[in-house]
């Protein structure tokens, strides 16, 4: 009896062995089939290549070792690869449902990226036109991908760059993207040499394959309809030594075919006087700057405005300056970036407090010329507030602020009869002293306190 339970089990055994193994080889068949349809869907500039490949669990994806792709000038390389639900021919077989690498990377001109391990779900991979069936051109797209330690270069900017860990959902063409990426670094050695730290970036609502496409071409990008998310949390950008930090950075913005709306802040900044134009810093006795930002704008495209309600700038130990006003022909970034003189002015409101900056500018310029602080002051209410009936009302009204700065705000309104470019404004406020009447033709109004 017992040497026939041993035989039944046995047979009972190496049916099952047959039965598993036989089950395999179909696995095997069915694998090999589908890989070879894959290749074939790919295209004559395209090569797909591995080691080994065998059936994952219950035959649902495929596992490979030593993976090769190569398309045009493009190569991806892995040491492990799975990948789920390989599409049979007729199923889109560009479509990929999750896709999981170990030492992953790609080169191509545009740059190189190294990921410890990626993760991508629901994946189309690009293709070209096929004219004669009438095929368009397929981008790459992306639902969702984790990354792992990524270092990578970017061609376009000589640039490193790297990042503890990276997540991006809806990445393709014309799609609005999210990106979070953790503990990011970002080095040039090229002139000016710049190393750029954050600990958290966040960007939500930009078509980050339209971006990367520009950066890759050196085309501008173009912004889509929708709202758009920035956060990027303690920032700091270094030369030879520190240039910026900052706590914070917050910006939202919705875009429609007519405008696009913003509200922006800054907290913590710091600015050293290596920035370009900051080098008075020094001068005036600051090691660096130290404030706050925020921003609030809307930007008229059918009437090419740019409308500011508030745009404030809090700097303990300096001052507080406030403005509000409709700007032409810019923009937002204009509005915070070295092109601002090229601004025309339609109408500025401009409200200044001080906290120390113009007691240490008086004497700064005193110590230029040789003089004592109260000298050069003496000398400035002479010169803007002569004892003459045409003297400027604007500069009398200065010459007022400078003996109290502390007593209030320094209030300016500019409405000039047209556009006027920030410049312009300049080089007309500069000529008061001698042609007064250039406050009336240029509509400013000064009053202290």
Known sequence: MKKKVVVTVGGVAAVACLGWLAARHAEHVMLDKSIDSFRQSLGPDTSFTYQKAWPGLLGRSVKFSGLVFRQ??????ADEAEISKLAASGEEPHRIGHLTFHNFQLADPAGSLHLDALRMDDVTLPSKADEPQGSPAQALEIRHAEADKLHGFVSSLQSDLSAQSLIIDDYGASNASRLEAHDAKLSTDVAPQRHITAASLILDGLDLAGLYGSLSAGTPYTAHNGTRDIQVEKLSVEGTGPLLRLAALHSHATRTDTAEKEVSSVQNLELWPEVPNLSMLTALGYDRFRGSIVLN??????????????????????????LD???????????????????????????????GLVEKALDAAAKARGVKPEELTAALQSQFAPPSPTASVPLTQVATYLRHPGKGPLTITLRPPQPLPMMAVAAAISMLSTSPQVAQQIGLTIKAP
């Open 297 to 322: 704008d809307t930007h008229d495209f059918k009437a090419g405005k740019l409308h500011v309600d508030e745009f404030s700038l809090d700097a303990p130990g300096m001052g507080r300056l406030n």
């Open 325 to 355: 006003g409709d700007f032409s022909q810019t923009s937002t970034t204009a509005l915070l970036s070295a092109g601002a003189g090229d601004m025309q002015v339609m109408a500025l409101n401009i409200t200044y407090t001080d906290h």
């Open 72 to 77: 045009g000038p493009e190569t991806i390389t």
